[in-house]
């Protein structure tokens, strides 16, 4: 079922602790961005139906990765894209976007996104690192 935008939205404004909803629609579109990036195929497709329209488009038309980034550098590419954001503040804001994505997402296909990934996602995206993983 998709999210609502709205819904979307105040979901990760309340979970990042964002002020206005100005601050967690940049946030969320550029973490999108950024994750549309590294996703590919049937996983990434399924992912933007779950996902408000905005998003879906976002994560559908991503910013080109030349390569995949490790967690961490998917954290330092956040930043950057945030004016006045720190690799501390990018990490909140990646943990909240992400977090919020996977429950839109649910639990099986959030598995199959971090098998797409690089090692260490798995916390970004509120998950701990031993989760068992489903087949």
Do not use: C, K
Not at 51 to 61: C, D, G, Q, R, S
């Amino acid at each position: 079922m998709v999210m609502r935008h709205e819904a979307f939205l105040d979901t990760i404004q309340e979970t990042g602790e964002y002020v206005t909803r100005q601050e967690a629609d940049q946030v969320a579109r550029v973490v999108l961005a950024l994750l549309g990036a590294h996703l590919v195929g049937q996983v990434r497709a399924e992912l933007a139906a779950r996902l408000p329209e905005t998003f879906a488009l976002i994560l559908l038309n991503p910013l080109q990765a030349a390569e995949p980034l490790s967690a961490e550098r998917f954290v330092r590419a956040t930043a950057a894209w945030i004016e006045g954001a720190t690799e501390q503040t990018a990490l909140w804001d990646v943990s909240a976007v992400l977090s919020v994505t996977a429950d839109a997402a649910g639990h099986d296909l959030t598995t199959r996104i971090l098998l797409q990934l690089p090692p260490g996602y798995d916390l970004l995206f509120g998950r701990s690192r031993h989760s068992p993983s489903t087949s």
